[in-house]
């Protein structure tokens, strides 16, 4: 089976075609590859708050997703909250997974590995201390992340980890997490 | 002085096989350097360097490597000795201690010198793809009292003043710049970003020798799928010795130098790394498996008798890497972080939005041509004796030019 034939024949629901187009459109048009993405938080009572996801910049111009989409985030009753939701910090877990499990679909379909099944299982340790202030030394953060993948493919498993390899090396959220950067936070 | 057909600009490999080439053709051409043949290599490379390609790819223009030590690695002085064999050997038309300072276009080409104008139909650019070093724009967020280098000015250990030195970037010349620095006694940090992986022999011959028989370095420019990914891929870590030694990231580590992540950004007084180094370091052990597997076929589908394939176990990882250094701690920064050319002398409407001068396997347009850049025309366009055959090809593509002109 040749490569074209192959390609062909998997079916990972990646629109790998179109993605390459528009890779080779932005690069002539650099400009349209700026994008800004945006999310508004309204505090509805305690640490419960809720996030919405709608409009967009790019491609030159104002963008929409096709829905505006709410996510509400709070604590657990262990740190005697209500909830409502996951905590900010499982958003970043639940998100780098996205990321990557995206970027496996992607780049399967792009080498002509058809998936069968693919899961994450993200782990994030963090000592409490940090937010707490008790501890001026520990961090707030993760102090370490893990990400298990378990997938079932149609090839190797030295390809399987390829394609894991690549998955992280194109991923924003894993550069978000992994590099630093400025933040800025003003007060209207 | 009279309109020239042509001007080489620098007297390396490249610029000396393509003098040698125009003057197989009769093209009437001088070659100007702004030093002696071989400069860069006189000036701008550390005491200890041998060249990490085995003799017998180190052939200059015309003089193939005769010596008795064809699978060794030549010191850089005996690479310059043969320069100067090179050019009498030639008779290339050379103009030494001449400095370009200025191209601009003009009935052909106007080339300033330092020693005067000339003028010429054709130009060739040979000035080399590692004339100035990549330094990241952070560096002068840098404390004062840390003493930058780079792969260009760095001569020797004890040319590097007290305290720990963090290098930064492990491509061929930061492994073998933080080796020499550990076997020195120095505490040696290395910041680690996207790098390959090779064994320096495998199965019983020099990894190239394996790679160049494969055929992995001659896929032309224009059936590459993605030729500026290629043109990215950093250089083969590899090292010159007379043990034929692997050199890698384990080796240094034995040798008790500290792996850390890409460095990210410098910021009150700290140098941050990324996370991704293993990630990093998993991909160039992939890739070096997948190249191994590859000449594993080559060797079976030919019933080699070579011996058995040994493998170099995973890179090995510190449980958590440091993601921040005090640089307080630290005398030295090396920038081993790639290098570019330096073509700003060149005036003419010929770069690309990143500064990159564009061309087709050498030919910018216009007679005017580029030489001995990353995958000019294949992989062997960087080595040094590759420069013969792109030279053979844009030499011949300059022919038609002027046989075309001629017959208009």
Known sequence: ?188 | MPRLAAVIIGAGHSGLAMSRALAGRGIDHLVLERGQAGNSWRTERWDSLRLLTPNWMNGLPGLPYAGGERDAYMSVPELVGNFETCVAANRTPLRTETRVLAVTAGAGYRVQTDQGLLTCDSLFVATGACSLPNVPGFADQLPAHIEQVTPINYRRPAGIGPGAVLVVGASASGLQIARELAMAGRNVILAVSNHLRLPRAYRGADILAWMCNAGVFDTPYDEVDDIERVRRTPSLPLMGSEKRETLDLNVLQDLGVEIVGRLAAVSEGKALFSGSLSNLCALADLKMNRLLDAIDLWIDQRGLQVPDAERLGPTRLPDDPRLSLDLNGIGTVIWATGYRPDHGWLQLPVFDRKGRIRHEGGVVGDGLYVMGLPYLRNRHSTHIAGATADAEALSGHLAERLANRHAA
């Not at chain 1, 079916?11 to 993405?37: D, H, I, K, S």
């Not at chain 1, 997703?65 to 996951?86: I, V």
């Not at chain 1, 992340?145 to 030295?158: L, T, Y």
């Open chain 1, 1 to 188: 089976m040749n490569m074209q034939t192959k390609i062909q024949a998997v079916q990972n629901g990646v629109n790998t075609e179109a993605l390459m187009g528009a890779r080779a459109a932005l690069t002539e048009t650099p400009a349209a590859g700026q994008f800004t993405w945006r999310a508004e938080c309204d505090w509805i009572n305690g640490t419960h708050s809720r996030s919405t996801v709608q409009g967009f910049f790019g491609l030159g111009a104002e963008q929409s997703h096709t829905k505006a989409f709410t996510m509400e985030a709070d604590h657990p009753p262990q740190f005697a909250a209500a909830d409502n939701g996951a905590t900010p910090v499982e958003f970043v877990l639940s998100a780098l997974a996205s990321c990557l499990t995206a970027g496996v679909a992607a780049v399967a379909q792009h080498r002509g590995v058809q998936l069968r099944s693919v899961k994450a299982k993200v782990e994030g340790d963090m000592d409490i201390a940090g937010i707490l202030g008790i501890d001026a030394d520990v961090r707030n953060g993760f102090s370490a992340i893990r990400v298990s993948f378990d997938i079932d493919a149609d090839a190797p498993k030295e390809e399987i980890a390829a394609i894991v390899a690549q998955s992280q090396k194109r991923s924003a959220v894993f550069d978000i997490i992994t590099n630093p950067g400025n933040v800025k936070v003003s007060v209207a």
